[in-house]
């Protein structure tokens, strides 16, 4: 009895876990991110075609979504609710997968190190976004297809898990196209190395499943289309004008990732830093004393860093320098019998997870948190790693005492993860740090109660804003009678396309697209179906994802030169002044 209930307690562990997140997906709400993954789910369900009508460069992997946010709709009948819908049905994945991950890694590995392993990838979330944002998709389909790997290769199961590991890792190049390169980089050199020539038929299966899975895919997106439509829409889609193409950035981007891996740790590790140098210089051999003087002051360390650094992916990033050192420290083993002794840990997490890091750097403009995406699957490995070299420590001090003290980075890695997952709100109101998402009695908090954003808690300003608009939108979608009506809203109010099923997105990207935007002209002119938007919403500068860079973008002094602003005087569309911003109507009929 007693093995049975000790063999449920990881997964009682990995539910409590995931309650606390679902609890948590109840507070905070930004007006960009989220929306755009579910407005472009919108413009699919309401008849808009892939890549033509749809210029959004994270737009292939949204079709992943289409099945839920229509059985949804098909459901309620509308959007209310819709984000904390999906926001809910994201930590059912990432639970399902950490099942999925402890299922497997604890056949070989104790059952602490397996569910550590697996309470990180339920934890993690790149920038703490709660929605079913590409990076959290990504990560969670790219560390599927590799414990599909190692289920097959390392324990011997079905054929099948090669054909699903296909299948996910075409899911996370949806997630993030530039993986196609290491995928078929990868593939080339299995099918040429010698070493890997036995494992052809095996590879082919892993093949298969990601063949299958595009060829769904494309018959999806794209049946019914003509090619030059949707070279032409590819064209504009990666001339976006906030993802600059320049060389100097693009030569940024080759080095972004060894860059923030590397440089921010300099001062912090710096005492662990001096010491590796000095033991190896000196070829010093540490008592067992020493050891676990040296293993509590590098946690001490590991956990200043994390106490300093916010950043919802600051833990995985400070872990892996700290597994680097503890190896050095602790390891007796030569690099080559290293290799050999740790093979499966490399080769299926910490080397694949590097390279995720690396190329989701390349393909992202933003910064530190993009590469801790790949440092949470190499975290998987390093902390099988770690945990089999501090299993092989002496103990000095009693036996609890010590097994407390091997386990301390865990606990510090697991807990900084999850208190910044909780606490760190993504673009909205900073509170008191929180564990469990109660209502707190806090005056400038208040509960969302109608649209695609009811239920969810946001600040005062924020919910205000957000009733003003919702309002707005829906005497647009009443308007004269119920038909379907076209917008274009300038300005960061991603969900507000998500609002109303018969008020439909006319703009080349839902994404804070204002009217200055260079697309803007070939969009409406070289794709005849997009013909110019019945309504345009000019929203004003208290937008509250604005946070001061948008200020006077969209005053009609400044926009005055502009092809799209000059268009709609030109055809002469009715003015009106509303709450939010600047209405323009169309006139015709």
């Given at each position: 009895m007693k093995t049975k209930y000790s063999s449920?307690?990881?997964?009682?562990?990995?539910?409590?876990f995931s309650a606390i997140l679902i609890n948590n997906m109840f507070y905070g709400f930004s007006w960009t991110d989220e929306g755009l993954y579910l407005s472009n789910v919108q413009r699919y369900l309401s008849g808009?075609?892939?890549l033509i009508d749809d210029w959004t460069p994270t737009q292939f992997y949204e079709p992943l979504l289409y099945p839920l946010y229509a059985l949804f709709i098909k459901a309620t009948g509308s959007t209310d609710g819709v984000f904390l819908f999906f926001r809910i049905a994201t930590i059912i994945f990432q639970t399902l997968t950490a099942f999925f991950a402890y299922t497997l890694l604890s056949k070989k590995y104790s059952a602490f190190s397996a569910c550590s392993a697996s309470l990180i990838v339920l934890s993690f979330a790149r920038a703490c976004i709660n929605g079913p944002s590409y990076y959290t998709i990504g990560f969670e389909s790219y560390l599927i297809a590799l414990l599909c790997l190692y289920a097959f290769f390392s324990l011997s199961y079905s054929k099948?898990?090669?054909?699903?590991?296909?299948?996910?890792f075409a899911s996370s190049i949806l997630c993030n196209p530039f993986l196609v390169l290491p995928y078929i980089a990868v593939s080339i050199f299995a099918f040429i190395l010698p070493i890997s020539r036995n494992h052809i038929r095996q590879i082919s299966i892993i093949w298969l499943g990601t063949v299958f899975s595009g060829i769904i895919y494309l018959f999806f997106v794209f049946a019914g289309n003509s090619l030059s439509d949707i070279l032409s829409g590819l064209h504009y889609t990666y001339n976006d004008p906030?993802?600059?193409h320049t060389v100097i950035l693009t030569i940024k981007r080759l080095y972004k990732m060894p860059r923030l891996l590397i440089f921010p740790y300099v001062l912090t590790w710096l005492p662990m830093i001096i010491t590796c140098i000095v033991v190896k210089q000196k070829k010093i051999q540490l008592s067992a004393k020493k050891k676990i003087i040296f293993h509590v002051l590098n946690s001490l360390l590991f956990f200043v860093h994390c106490l300093i650094k916010k950043d919802c992916g600051s833990a995985v990033m400070a872990f892996f320098h700290f597994t680097i050192f503890e190896t050095i420290l602790f390891s007796d083993l030569r690099p080559k019998n290293f290799l050999r002794e740790y093979k499966n840990e490399l080769l299926y997490f910490i080397i694949p997870g590097l390279i995720l890091a690396y190329f989701f750097c390349f393909a992202s403009d933003t910064g530190f948190g993009v590469c801790a995406i790949g440092m949470a699957v190499a975290a998987i490995g390093e902390v099988l790693i770690l945990s089999s070299i501090l299993k092989r420590l002496d103990f000095v001090v009693s036996k609890s005492l010590f097994e407390t003290t091997k386990s301390l980075p865990l606990l510090i890695l697991i807990?900084?993860?999850?208190?910044?997952?909780?606490?760190?709100?993504?673009?909205?109101?900073?509170?008191?740090?929180?564990?469990?998402?109660?209502p707190q009695p806090h005056t400038n908090i208040e509960k969302i109660t109608e649209g695609p954003v009811k239920g969810i808690y946001t600040t005062k300003e924020s919910k205000?804003?957000?009733?003003?608009?919702?309002?707005?939108l829906r005497n647009i979608s009443k308007n004269k009678n119920k038909s379907d009506k076209s917008i274009f809203i300038s300005g960061a109010a991603t969900w507000a396309y998500t609002a109303f099923q018969n008020l439909h997105s006319n703009t080349p990207t839902t994404w804070r697209t204002f009217c200055d935007d260079v697309r803007l002209q070939p969009y409406y002119e070289e794709f005849p179906k997009n013909a110019f938007p019945e309504y345009v919403l000019l929203l004003d500068s208290k937008n509250p994802d604005n946070e001061g860079r948008y200020t006077g973008k969209n005053d009609e002094d400044?926009?005055?030169d502009t092809w799209f602003f000059n268009k709609i005087i030109a055809l002469d569309y009715e003015r009106t002044q509303l709450p939010s911003g600047i209405l323009y109507k169309s006139k015709r009929k």
């Open positions: 449920l307690l990881p997964y009682i562990i990995i539910l409590l808009d075609r892939f099948f898990f090669l054909f699903f590991s296909g299948i996910f906030s993802y600059k807990a900084f993860t999850l208190f910044n997952r909780t606490n760190l709100i993504y673009r909205d109101a900073k509170l008191p740090p929180h564990i469990l998402f109660i205000n804003y957000y009733d003003e608009l919702l309002a707005e400044n926009i005055a």
